[in-house]
């Protein structure tokens, strides 16, 4: 059996705990909080072979730049209300004290001092998307990062009045079916085109796309045309307070992931814009107990 369908499976026996150790009574925290994982960064600059490459990501656009070891520029730049087109060229550009400064070329793109043209990224349906293959993949990486789904591990039991609670936790993966975009790389885009179109930075291309990126007359391109589909997954970890077969109590937790999955190619990244959301009390295994006890 593919560990892609285990995952599924997992999944849904961990929910079917969930419902079963909840048969008579379960109240569950109502005040919840959202934090990133990580410090979200909209902006940077990543070496790329020969190359260094800047991108930033703000409300009315999305641009990366390029600078090439012959001193010319990828450029590529998005307007988001209108994230169907884009503006691209590679090309020198004259006037620019400093080759590495950045802002100063993205302020010139932006003020349309730089001759940019447009193309249409494609967004149409692949035939060779599979579900399990991209849920597999997905799966194996969030395991990685996070291990392998568990289920009914003990935390802790406290007594009272001639009572004992106890606090179980089990964690799942939550992996979408559908994609929320499918988007078909033609060869020869470049670099630049490819994180802007994505919205993930130049680190994350090289390991979704690294071995169908090549060098050629200075410029890293797309050797073949890729499809790249992109899905909502969790990670979800819930907590349970149990007396019996009555579960008075739960909190959770849950990672909150974009991922990009190439084609054929058996590699993905998440973006870096990941999101927890938990219960208030979730972290604090005393206050759990404290409150399935009260609530008996």
């Known amino acids: 059996m593919k560990k892609s369908i285990l995952f599924k499976i997992v999944s849904l026996l961990l929910i079917m705990t969930f419902v079963c150790n909840t048969s008579i009574f379960s109240f569950a925290a109502i ?7 990580a410090e979200y960064n909209p902006s940077g600059i990543e070496e790329f072979g020969e190359a260094t490459y800047y991108h930033n990501y703000t409300e009315d656009y999305r641009i ?92 802790d039991s406290l007594s009272g009045g001639g009572k004992t609670v106890s606090l179980y936790e089990s964690m799942y993966f939550d992996i979408r079916d559908k994609a929320i975009e499918d988007f078909t790389l033609k060869a020869g885009l470049t670099v630049a085109v490819i994180v802007t179109t994505l919205k993930i930075t130049t680190r994350q291309v090289k390991i979704l796309l690294g071995s169908v990126l090549v060098l050629i007359n200075g ?25 019996g ?14 991922y990009y999955v190439a084609s054929g190619l058996g590699t993905c990244v998440h973006d870096d814009n990941v999101r927890d959301i938990h219960d208030d009390d979730f972290y604090d295994t005393q206050a759990l107990l404290e409150k399935g006890l009260s609530l008996l």
């Open 64 to 155: 990366t730049i390029g600078l090439l070891s012959d001193g010319r520029y990828d450029i590529a730049y998005l307007e988001t209300a209108n994230p169907d087109l884009i503006y691209h060229s590679v090309t020198f550009i004259e006037d620019v004290e400093q080759p590495e400064n950045f802002e100063e070329i993205e302020k010139m793109v932006c003020d349309g001092r730089v001759d940019l043209k447009t193309m249409d990224i494609n967004r149409e349906v692949l035939l060779t998307r599979s579900g399990d293959d991209d849920a597999n993949v997905i799966g194996l990486d969030l395991e990685a990062d996070r291990g392998e789904p568990y289920s009914d591990k003990y935390i």
């Open 31 to 37: 005040e919840t909080s959202e934090t990133p994982v």
């Open 245 to 258: 077969n009555i579960s008075p109590y739960r909190a959770s937790r849950e990672l909150k992931y974009v």
């Open 219 to 243: 410029e890293y391109q797309l050797s073949q045309s890729t499809g790249v589909h992109s899905y909502n997954a969790s990670v979800v970890y819930y907590r349970e307070v149990r007396s």
